[in-house]
């Protein structure tokens, strides 16, 4: 099996390097079936952990410098945990600086430690593998140093790394998915408590396979902060008339559209959005759990229209891709995944037809954007663990 492989793969270079010794983690990466930035708003996702992880080797350094090898980038970086600060040259290597950061500004104490990692979560996709590294480490120095944090405290404290020491402004979905998943099911996830249930993915005669625009994203981009400052102005607005408003959460649609003169347009969109999507995840889950993956489906397109035309975050080659399934009946739905603009679109398509979608697809879009389109399976996996 892939995972094993790529376990060994670390383990191997792990003692190539350091000698024998090492424990193996994995965090998985995550999909999202709906629920779309919704959850930095105190809203509900109903996301899943997915086949694909990170994979950390580690184990103790014997001077007091650490050494961390990335076998994707072929690099390693050397530094002390006296002087942990934000680095602009290895990028991936802040995601790991930030957990050892904020384990730090608990109080607690980490000694020096060698480690090598690999990962098959494709970078820059929506599959959320930052997260994945995020959550690799934050379990393994957990484990290895019985920290004694639960999973959704892991998930707190790389939420904070993310925020404060990598400067994206993201929420809790992707590494609370990584720390919490289960084998077959999805979560949902109510993002102002925590609190979630397990939601079975039976699919019948359909799987889910994500189509792959090629378009790289990058969060840390400006839109994405800029998307949750506009739902901040929007509560701060609406904090006029209801002082109690801490969060979109407290907000309903009627309230929103009675008060749609305190806010500027294009945050009343924003907020609009939010507010109905966070309706189709608590729908979504109750088709799911009935068996009504037509109506599901139906879900995912107002979806993908709510993130293209209201919140923003889709760009023309996940329009085109989702536009694309709508006509084809062995299609339930599909719709952009993730922070959005670039990764990939995610399709509920029947078994039977998965390759002649795919390749009525693709030539169209190599005409229309001069990519090649690539295609993946999507199976729902456990979440972090200590392999070895
Ligand atoms: C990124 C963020 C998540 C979430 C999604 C959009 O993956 O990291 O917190 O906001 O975008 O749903």
């Not at 790991?96 to 494709?122: C, H, K, S, W, Y």
């Not at 939420?159 to 720390?179: A, H, K, P, W």
Request: charged share 20%; hydrophobic share 40%; proline share 2%.
């Amino acid at each position: 099996m892939k995972k094993w492989l790529l376990a060994d793969k670390a383990l191997n270079e792990y003692e190539r390097l350091y000698g024998r010794g090492a424990w193996v983690f994995r965090a998985p990466g995550r999909i999202n079936l709906i629920g779309e930035h919704t959850d930095y708003n105190e809203g509900f996702v109903l996301p899943a952990s997915i086949d694909k992880a990170a994979y950390l080797a580690i184990g103790p350094s014997h001077d007091r410098y650490c050494r961390v090898t990335s076998l994707d980038f072929n690099e390693t970086v050397t530094f002390s945990l006296e002087d942990i600060k934000k680095q602009s040259t290895s990028t991936w290597i802040n995601y790991i600086l930030g957990i050892l950061d904020q384990f730090m500004r608990d109080g607690l104490t980490i000694g020096p430690f060698n480690a090598v990692f690999t990962a098959d979560v494709p970078i820059g996709g929506g599959l959320s593998s930052s997260a994945a590294l995020e959550s690799v480490v934050a379990f393994a120095l957990n484990d290895i140093n019985q920290f004694r944090y639960e999973r959704h405290e892991m998930a707190k404290l790389a939420q904070r790394s993310e925020n404060e020491f990598i400067g994206v402004r993201c929420g809790i979905m992707d590494m609370f998915t990584s720390l919490n998943g289960h084998d077959q099911q999805a979560i949902c996830l109510d993002c102002r408590d925590l609190s979630y249930r397990h939601v079975p993915l039976n699919l019948q005669d359909y799987q889910l396979v994500l189509f792959d625009t090629g378009v790289k994203h990058a969060l840390a981009g400006s839109e994405f902060n800029t998307r949750r400052a506009e739902c901040e102005r929007g509560v701060k607005s609406l904090q006029a008339v209801d002082a109690s408003i801490r969060s979109l959460r407290d907000v309903s649609l009627d309230f929103l559209s009675d008060h749609q003169s305190l806010l500027e347009p294009v945050v009343y969109q924003r907020c609009r959005y939010v507010l109905s999507e966070n309706q189709r995840v608590l729908t979504a889950c109750q088709y799911l759990e009935q068996g009504q993956l037509a109506w599901f489906g139906q879900l995912m397109y107002a979806s993908h229209e709510g993130l293209q035309h209201y919140y923003e975050v889709s760009c023309p080659e996940l329009d085109f891709l989702v536009d694309h399934c709508r006509d084809k009946s062995a299609v339930l739905g599909a719709r952009m995944m993730g922070g959005g603009f670039g990764g990939n679109t995610l399709n509920l398509i029947l078994n039977s037809a998965v390759e002649e979608v795919f390749q009525s697809i693709a030539p169209a879009y190599m005409k229309q954007f001069g990519r090649t389109l690539h295609m993946m399976e999507v199976n729902i996996a456990e979440s972090a663990s200590c392999i070895t």
